[in-house]
């Protein structure tokens, strides 16, 4: 099984410019996770779904926006991007509700915004 | 608010030599604790998770944590350092709810030879 899969692996987008980041899950999972990782401050979610059609916001969604029209599908948008926006991108997805859940994570995103 | 600190953003050892890396946790209920491993350009996979069981936990490769209340660690250990552990690793809590991980700052681990 593939797992998690993020598209693309590697973007360098000029200020001002939009993109969207793909993540896929081939394991059926309801919960799915975009989270941002910056040297020094581990990873920090920015959105999160419980399911199809549904989003939630995390700690720092600001300039960000996500549709879960899919179960296996979550995407993740700029629509204008910032040089504050230039991070390594996770998506991670999971089974079930439950503290003790495992998360599994994509190989990253990393986007750099010039 | 439930968080972890990790203590030491980079800890460098010998091959062979004990590996301990500080996980220091906040919670105001009994913790759901993770500890993740990201191996260079890869993202982050599960080494080992406290839920509540037994306090010490044995995860894959060797490493293990133990759960000690009265001092809010989860701290990760392994007797024998190996090359291939080297890494950046990842303690997390589980918040209470929303099936969401909080996670430390990371602390990267150099294998000297």
């Known amino acids: 099984n593939a797992g998690v899969t993020q598209t693309p692996k590697f973007r360098v987008l000029k200020t001002g410019q939009s993109m969207t980041l793909l993540c896929a899950q081939d394991m059926n999972h309801e919960y799915m996770y975009w989270y941002r990782q910056d040297p020094g401050m581990g990873l920090r979610l920015i959105h999160y779904s419980v399911g199809e059609g549904t989003t939630a916001k995390g700690e720092v969604p600001d300039g960000y926006n996500v549709s879960r029209l899919k179960k296996q599908n979550f995407l993740l948008g700029l629509e204008s991007a910032a040089p504050s926006q230039t991070s390594v991108y996770f998506c991670?997805?999971?089974?079930?509700?439950?503290?003790?859940?495992?998360?599994?994570f994509g190989q990253g995103t990393r986007l750099t915004v010039v | 608010a439930q968080s972890v600190t990790q203590l030491g953003s980079h800890v460098s050892v010998s091959e062979g030599a004990l590996v301990l890396l500080r996980c220091n946790y906040s919670s105001s209920v009994p913790p759901y604790l993770f500890w993740y491993v990201q191996y260079p350009n890869q993202g982050l996979q599960l080494l080992l998770k406290y839920t509540s069981a037994a306090t010490l936990v044995k995860g894959i490769n060797g490493f293990e944590a133990e759960f000690k209340k009265s001092e809010t660690s989860f701290h990760l250990t392994k007797p024998s350092a190996h090359m291939s552990d080297a890494a950046e690793y990842f303690c997390?809590?589980?918040?209470?709810?929303?099936?969401?991980?909080?996670f430390g700052a990371g602390t990267i681990l150099r294998v000297k030879s």
């Open positions: 991670a997805s999971s089974s079930r509700n439950g503290r003790d859940t495992e998360a599994f």
């Open positions: 997390a809590v589980s918040l209470v709810y929303g099936n969401k991980l909080v």
